[in-house]
């Protein structure tokens, strides 16, 4: 046997005479941050055998240096790293406690014994050490019951401590073990701390395992230095742009983790829903509460499998206090993956585990879990809504225009400073139903446009140093606001036609009603409000085909600004059970989310029918379907429900009123009725200037005239009127009657198509509806 190295073979008690190596050479998964396998000493397979008797690890064993490293051939962790006096100097002696380990797949030499670094500088051993390993009388590693730790850094106050400590203990539960002269670094609410460990059950030379029963305690707290920031003690969010009225109930629920309940059981759940559509602003609230600074962070992301959801409550628990933020719960328990059901089952374990703490200490646990969905009533399970689970739930609303303005304002970008205002406010006006995420949209596609009109081929994007920075105009503003869409109208593929009031000739009576719908609807003037019972809802205007219905609704969405969707009654029919319902509650929906919008049926008789024989006094004596009734009570709850319809506005238009089913007719409904007929002599006149001023016309033509020729004609035929006339002249043109400048529309073709031209509407329509008028309308 050698003096210093092998393995002795003689009747002295075992052990063998190694040289001190780093693990990381042979394995540097042995040495990871976690701590795990740090104190084992790992022996030729040999030489296990010979000492324990067998090939099994993780039994004690002493370790003794025998022979210290020279300074000369010490390398760079000769000198201890850890703080002054904590462990011993190269030459000092040293004695500690290790476990037996056969590191596995390699090929040692007999003469040889791998250290983690963490065991080192916890020892005292140095690299090029030659130590003495001896097997324990007792193999079996207890234990540990009450482990002593010390802070490196200084803790602020004795509140702290606590989450220090169950910083601490959740590290050394992740290691396994433990032995006195251990660092470990902790993190809570984002500081950093290192501890050291100073006994183990009052013994400052072994190493025991630490499990769940194990104790860890903090000594020597003392006050935080000046200039050191503390982990805030309240836990609140503030200042996010767009969301008081949902910062407002947050922070209400955030009450809970900030003080003790003044009844048992006020409040079981530390968790909460923060729902809402694509873009609201779910992730963006999520990062706010993040960064309180109140406590660790944990993200559980939507592909994590139960184990690891299962080992995020464990560390939040352990590092109080602490935040376990879901980004995507409908992803992360939807059921497009297979073990959804099992997720969601740990989940509400974890956190009835947390109520039930809660119920015992009369103050929530300080162990705040925030989830995100698209809706909570169909993404969340009913097993996870109960009381102890996420019964608290806020949606994330379209901001209005006050919420949009803030949030303009924190993506402003390169506005001039002296627009800058004026250009924010007016945005903030004209982009309703946008969300945060459309804003950011929408600024983004300014500046865009801005780099292509001062560089349209991108030669020469940067500006050079001394130029003025240049800014987004107003014009780009509005260019980048026509292409961009909000969310909520994402798959409405709906551009209507760009109509002013201008291009609806006639038809004042109409107009006037439309624009007091408008006005009351996006009025903020608190006196007029005093002046306003019910605000608007719903008009209906019924009369002849042709007489500018559908023309002012396109214009009214025009002049007010607002979302359109325009829907043809029979578009929503659906031969399947409780389809057409869904569509038309889906159609309400949305428009809610849209809001300040309009729904325009067309041919709404389709869909608005008398349910059975005799409802409206008209045709409307035929017994409908089962699914078209559906449809309709469905229409009638959407209009005039338990949900209040705000911000929306309903136009409808028909050539049947007979038929139309009366409840649909009824105060809070289609609470005003406007008869849209025939044009009087000027709205005829009104209408032949603004198609034919569009064309050339000899000096002969009579506007005035031909608006006396044409009594009795709609709006459209007046149009079709028009159209003929210029066909006459092409056709003049084309047969070389008129050449040059005499290729005109002349008074003659004119009166020859209006001469040609049947009307459309009759005396006995104007009669029917004048009696339907009489039973059922209300006249502006």
Known sequence: MSNNTGINTGIKPKEITVKVRPVSECDRSQDKATLQGFSRAWVNKDALIFLTGGVESGKRCWVERTVPATATAAPKDATSETAPGSSPGLGDPVRRQALLSLLPGSKMPQNIVFMTEAYRKACGFHLGDIVTIRPDQDMAVPSAQFVEAEPLDEIGSEQETASWEGAA???????????????????VAGFKKSLQIRAVDSKTDNVASFGETSVIRIRNVSPLPDGVPAAPKKLEVTGI??????????NRF?????????????????????????????????????????????????NDKSSTVEEAFKQASAQRPSIILVDGLHALIGKDRPNSGTIATKLGQQLDQLAEEAWKTDTLPKVLVVASCLDYMTDVPAELQKLTRFERNIPLS???????????????????????????????????????SDLCRLMGHAVEILAERLDPLQENATTSEGEPVPFVSREDLEQALRSTRPTAMHDVNLKPPTIHWQDVGGQEGLKKALRRMIALTTTTDPEVHKLILDPPKGLLLYGPPGCSKTLSAQAMATESGFNFFAVKGAELLNMYVGESERAVRQLFERARAASPSIIFFDE????????????????????????????????????DGF???????????????????????????????????????????AIFSMNLGRLRIADDVDMGELAELSDGFSGAEIKQICSMASNRAIDAWLDGERSGEDSVIRMGDAVEAVNTLPRGVTPAMLDDYERWARRFAKQV
Request: aromatic letters at 6%.
């Open 398 to 436: 379209i901001p209005n225009a006050q919420g949009r303005r803030e949030i303009l304002e924190t993506l402003s970008g390169p506005l001039p400073p002296e627009d800058k205002e004026s250009m924010l406010t007016m945005l903030a006006q004209q982009t309703h139903a946008f969300n945060p």
């Open 169 to 187: 203990w959740f590290q050394l539960k992740r290691a396994g073990h433990v032995l006195p002269g251990l660092r470990i670094d902790c993190t």
């Open 604 to 639: 709404i008789d389709s869909i608005g029918g008398a349910r059975s024989g005799g409802g409206g006094g008209g045709r409307g004596g035929i017994n409908r379907s089962q699914g078209s009734v559906n449809m309709l009570t469905t229409l009638l709850t959407e209009m």
């Open 254 to 302: 955030f009450r809970g983790f900030n003080t003790t309940f003044l009844h048992k059981g006020q409040q079981r759940s530390c968790g909460i829903v923060i729902h809402g559509g694509r873009g609201a602003g779910k992730s963006y609230v999520l990062d706010r509460i993040a960064a309180t600074g109140w406590g660790k962070v944990f993200r559980i992301e939507e």
């Open 241 to 250: 742009p767009g969301l008081a009225a949902e910062e407002k109930k947050l």
């Open 643 to 685: 949900e209040a319809l705000t911000g929306v506005l309903i136009l409808a238009a028909t050539n049947r009123p007979e038929d139309m089913d009366p409840a649909l007719l009824r105060p809070g409904r289609f609470d005003r009725v406007v008869y849209v007929g025939l044009p009087d002599l000027a709205g005829r006149e």
